[in-house]
């Protein structure tokens, strides 16, 4: 019993597709094809300019659009914390390395901090956001199933290849369950709280043994069940376009065309290479 429990995934607190009180958001009838193709759609635009407006306004649009996702403003925010963490990093180095530009207000070394570093380390700063923030609101409640039945069925992709990635998606539910279960057998031991670099160099070769494991049973199991056979294969659940596809790309080029006009009409659209 405690096996067949290990094996199976444990379900999350809300269906993939639906919102925190069980409804489905406007984002699950967009196909999760179009919905790749729109994440391209909101973030290639903002590389041909680095500048602040087009990057905090392509930021504000897209926050307006969380209510179509069926996620909250918190889950938002906290999964946003990682890129305002890494964010700044990225603005440092064009900080101290970017070329002086205006007045320059401190240098030592190959360091140098201007006027003009200083906007482009704003600049990149929000650019980072700005193309990371796509990702969460389209791809936050995405069914790796319907993911795969999109791939396989509207961008064509050789069916070996979806189903490898689908089942693979499956297994990382399970180990993030070993990780936990692991932590609690040492703790239970009385090893789990000495050698932080130890323990997780120790646990990681173990949930690597799983892994190999694991992939070897279900490579031998989809083999068995015909998996790998070059036969046109049959989908139980249909995967189409609609018209809510096309209103999302629209949309998504519509932001881009308001934020980049934001940076014109401001004077502060500069292209990259520039």
């Known amino acids: 019993m405690s096996r067949a429990r290990e094996l199976v995934p444990a379900l999350p607190a809300t269906a993939p597709g639906k919102d925190e009180v069980g409804r489905a958001p406007w984002i699950a009838g967009v196909n999760p094809v179009t919905r790749i193709v729109l994440a391209l759609v909101l973030s290639i635009p903002l590389f041909a300019s680095i500048d602040v407006v087009s990057g905090l306004v392509a930021i504000g649009l897209q926050l307006l659009c969380v209510p179509l996702t069926g996620l909250s403003v918190g889950t938002v925010l906290r999964r946003l914390a990682l890129l305002l963490a890494i964010a700044p990093v990225a603005g ?3 900080l101290l390395y970017a070329a002086p530009e205006g007045r320059v207000l401190w240098s030592f070394g190959f360091a140098t901090i201007s006027e003009g570093s200083i906007q482009l380390a704003i ?5 980072v956001i700005a193309l990371g923030l796509p990702t969460i609101l389209l791809f936050g409640r995405t069914d790796p199933t319907e993911l795969a039945d999109a791939l396989a069925q509207v961008a064509h992709l050789p069916s070996r290849f979806v189903l490898g990635v689908l089942a693979g998606t ?10 936990r279960t692991m932590i609690l057998a040492r703790r239970a031991r009385g090893v789990g709280d000495r050698g932080v670099i130890r323990r997780f160099l120790s646990m990681s070769f173990v949930l690597l043994v799983f892994a ?3 992939g070897t049973k279900l490579a031998m199991a989809m083999e068995a069940r015909g998996f790998g056979s070059d036969i046109p294969r049959t989908w139980s659940r249909p995967s189409r376009l609609s018209w809510r596809d096309a209103v999302a790309l629209a949309g998504g080029l519509a932001i881009m065309a308001l934020a980049l006009a ?8 500069r292209f990259i290479w520039s």
């Open 92 to 94: 440092i180095s064009m």
């Open 123 to 127: 600049a990149v700063s929000v650019r």
């Open 170 to 179: 499956r297994m990382l539910g399970l180990f993030v369950d070993d990780w």
């Open 212 to 214: 190999v494991r694991r």
């Open 262 to 269: 934001a940076a014109v009409a401001a004077g502060t659209f």
